[in-house]
Structure formats: C-alpha cells, structure tokens
C-alpha cells in the first residue's frame, strides 16, 4: 500500500493532531516524519483534551503502530514526560511505538544554544520555541549530531562529551549568558534510560517492509508549509522541511510510495513567533478571532496571532506538497462574523501580484475579498447539508480558488465534530 501525507498549509497549529487522531482507525500505522517537541498536537475525546509533542498522534485509538522517523529530533526529557503522562491513562506504549536509529538526539546543551542565539538576535529573534531545534538539526547536517542508535553503543558518553564540549566552545561567543547545563543533565540520561525502553529500529526497513504487506501508513507532518526551511517565510521558520517531501526523506519512503496527501488549513489564519504575516489583524477582529479560536500556543502558551485566510499562500502551499485532498478546520470559529474577508492577492511594489513573493517582509499589502458569513453555531452539525449557505459558498469558493477539494470540515475540537464530504 501507499503511504498517505497529512500535513499544515500555513504556519502551523491547523489541527493536524486532531484529524490525525480522527484518520487513525483507518490506518495499520501512524508515522511522525520530521520536526520535534517545538510540535503541539492537541485532540479531544470524552471531554479530555491531550497534547502531544513528539509521539504521533495515533496513540489513542488502540492497536495502531505508531513510528517516530529518522527526521524527526528527540528531547529525552520531553519524550520521557510524554510517556510518563500517557502511562497514567494507563496507555502502555512499549509495544507499539518504534523508534528509528536514525532519529536525531536534542542535546541539554542544543536548548541552551536556541535560548542564547534567539537573546543575542534581539529584535530579529525568530521567536523559537526553544526547544534545541535549530542547533540539533545544525548538527545533523553538520554531521556533528547524535542519534538515538548511538545510545545502545559503547561509546555513546563519549560522543556526547565530545559534542557538549564542543558547544562550550561555541557557547563562549555569547560573553554575558549565563547557563547551567547541569539543571539538565540528570533529567537527560534519565530520558535516555526510559528511550531504551521502547522499539530502536531501523524505520526505514520497517516502514518500507510494512508497505509491502499491504499495510496503510499515514505520516503525520509538524509545523506547516509556511514555516519549512526552504519554502517557507526564510530565516523566520523551523529547520526542517515541513512539506510533502519531507515524508520521503524523514521516513525513507520512497516518492512513487506516497498516495494521498491531505493538506490541513485552518478557516482563518494564524502564526506564532516572529516573521511576516501579511494578512494579520492588529485590532478587534483579531483579538476576537483569537478569543473565539483559543488560539494559544499548545507548546508554549503564547497568544498566537491571527488574521484571515490568505490564498496565494495557501495556493502556494497546495502546489509545493502536491495536496489531492483539503482538509479545512476551527471553520466554527467564524460563527459570529456577519462577514468574513479572504485575500486574493497582494499589491507589492511591482504591481498586484496572487504569487507569493521572494520576501513577505517588503512592503506587501493583501487585497481582500469580503463574502457573508453565516453568523451561526454549527459545532452540532454532523453533515454537510445541514450546514449553513454561506459557509457552503465559502468552502466553494476556496475550493474554486485554489483548485483542490476540501473532503473533511472539521467544526470542534472533539472528534465527532468532524465532518467527511
Ligand atoms: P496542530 O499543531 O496542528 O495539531 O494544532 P494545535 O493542536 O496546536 O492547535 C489546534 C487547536 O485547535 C487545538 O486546541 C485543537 O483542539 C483545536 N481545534 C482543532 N480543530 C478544531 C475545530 O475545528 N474547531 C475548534 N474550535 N477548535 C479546533
Ligand atoms: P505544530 O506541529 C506553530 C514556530 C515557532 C517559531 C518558528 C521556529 O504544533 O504545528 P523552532 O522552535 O522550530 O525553532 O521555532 O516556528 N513553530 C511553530 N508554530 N506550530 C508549531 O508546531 C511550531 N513549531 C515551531 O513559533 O516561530
Ligand atoms: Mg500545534
């Protein structure tokens, strides 16, 4: 079989690990392809809502075999208190979650390079979450790093020494940070202890031996297509690819194994960090958007900054991840809009443009389109007819814009409010 691709259109945070959670039951396994504990993937069932970080989000539904890939970086900490929550749901994950050799290890000392780095940016700070990204994945295509197939060798200590040593080193350009590598430590070799209880494999085998045996696979992306380290708003974005591809090279599957590609965007726009936003709302209707969405960092807690949806990225988005099928979510957030406006293209310096420009932080201006709204509750609808014109218009008109269908509406954080067309 071939392996299915959910991932974000936008700066993150669209919904993946709900509809991830949702797709499950119809999947043998559920893979994580890039990124690390910057993620946070909330769903909600029986009235409980969870947050995962780095284990994908196909844990909740049973016998599903869940895989973190070789593109994904790991915190021990982190993944230790993951699983140390989940464990009191009385979750037991020791089965069936692997994870690959190849994965990237997030060093006590890669958090404190991100905080020293983002202080010493001041103002152009990117707004990380600080969770040791940036550095580790530096590292990786450094060749510097350490991987979790290095925890079951001799040498392991050794290896770590050596790279911790060597951001010392590095750690000395910044004259006044100061730093304890030692409120870490501890806390991190525990987590390498608790890592060694779980399935260390070869993921690529795996995962390819699984396609081969007529199992489906959905990988499961982090972050979105705006924040890739290629495609993205460059240099405010994450340091992996984000996008389609990246399930190839963080899973090793090759292209012609990938089948559908769900592409997850949120009715409105939001972004968290620094870097340009061009349809972002400094005024009431952005606080209100944010008030009616909880648009709260589920990582961080950072009040997230939003705006109305903005088509040249997302037609952007939709054409470099090959996406067949759109998934749109929160679309209840605008239940109480008598109208809702939707940018179609920009007016730059050299004209009106409905491309994405080289650089969003020149003087772009988005040209908006208003459409009604439907200025009703539609959380409880569980079809599709049931659902107001206008928001059956307004789907229609994303969908004759950007050229893809949406197949799934989600209209609440719980997994029964979701709706497949
Ligand atoms: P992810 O990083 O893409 O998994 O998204 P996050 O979990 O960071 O943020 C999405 C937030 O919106 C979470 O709090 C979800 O519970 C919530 N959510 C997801 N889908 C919907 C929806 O359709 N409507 C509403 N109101 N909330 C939603
Ligand atoms: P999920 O998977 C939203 C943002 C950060 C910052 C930039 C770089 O939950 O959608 P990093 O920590 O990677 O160095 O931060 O990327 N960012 C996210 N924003 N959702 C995420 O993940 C994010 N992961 C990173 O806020 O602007
Ligand atoms: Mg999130």
């Known amino acids: ?70 593109g994904v970086v790991i915190d021990p900490i982190i993944f230790k208190k993951e699983i140390e929550g989940i464990a009191q749901l009385n979750i037991d994950l020791t089965n069936n979650l692997f994870i690959s050799k190849k994965a990237h290890l997030i060093l006590p000392s890669h958090r404190i390079l991100d905080e020293a780095s983002e202080k010493a940016k001041g103002k152009t700070k990117i707004g990380s979450t600080l969770k040791g990204i940036g550095p580790t994945y530096m590292d990786k295509t450094g060749r510097n790093g350490l991987r979790v197939g290095d925890i079951l060798t001799a040498s392991f200590k050794e290896k770590y020494q050596t790279l911790i040593e060597k951001h010392e080193t590095l750690l000395c350009q910044y004259s006044d940070f100061k730093y304890s590598l030692k409120d870490y430590e501890e806390g991190w070799f525990e987590g390498i202890e608790a890592l060694k209880k779980f399935n260390i494999i070869d993921s690529e085998y795996y995962i390819n031996d699984l396609i081969n045996t007529q199992k489906t696979v959905l990988a499961e992306g982090a972050q979105g297509t705006l924040l890739d380290i290629d495609f993205g708003s460059y240099p405010y974005v994450t340091s992996s690819n984000t996008i389609s591809a990246g399930a190839c090279t963080g899973l090793g599957v090759a292209p012609n194994k990938i ?62 991840n090959g996406v067949t099928q759109l998934v749109m979510t929160k679309a209840d957030v605008l239940n109480e809009f008598e109208t809702i406006k939707v940018c179609t293209k920009y007016r730059t310096p050299e004209g009106e443009k409905d491309i994405m420009p080289y650089c969003l932080e020149t003087e772009i201006e988005p040209v908006f389109t208003e459409l009604p709204g439907w200025n009703q509750e539609i959380s409880s609808y569980r079809t599709l007819d049931e659902m107001p014109d206008a928001l059956k218009s307004y789907i229609n008109y994303i969908e004759m814009k950007v050229g893809v269908p949406v197949k799934i509406l989600s209209v609440g954080p719980n997994r029964d409010q979701t709706i497949f067309k």
């Open 1 to 70: 079989m071939k392996v299915d691709v959910l991932l974000g259109l936008q700066w993150g945070d669209e919904g993946k690990g709900k509809v991830v959670d949702v797709l499950t039951p119809r999947y043998d396994v559920i893979a994580r392809f890039q990124g690390g504990p910057n993620a946070g993937h909330s769903l909600e069932f029986n009235d409980v809502k969870h947050v995962l970080h780095t284990i994908p989000s196909g844990i909740f539904r049973g016998d599903q075999i869940n895989v973190i890939g070789n």
């Open 259 to 320: 089948g559908e590609i769900f592409g997850i965007f949120k009715a409105y726009c939001t972004r968290v960090g620094s870097g340009p936003f061009p349809t972002e709302l400094h005024d009431e209707t952005g606080d209100k958007l944010r008030n009616m969405g909880h648009e709260y960092g589920a990582t961080t807690g950072r009040p997230r900054r939003c705006g109305w949806l903005d088509l040249p990225a997302l037609r952007y988005a939709v054409m470099i």
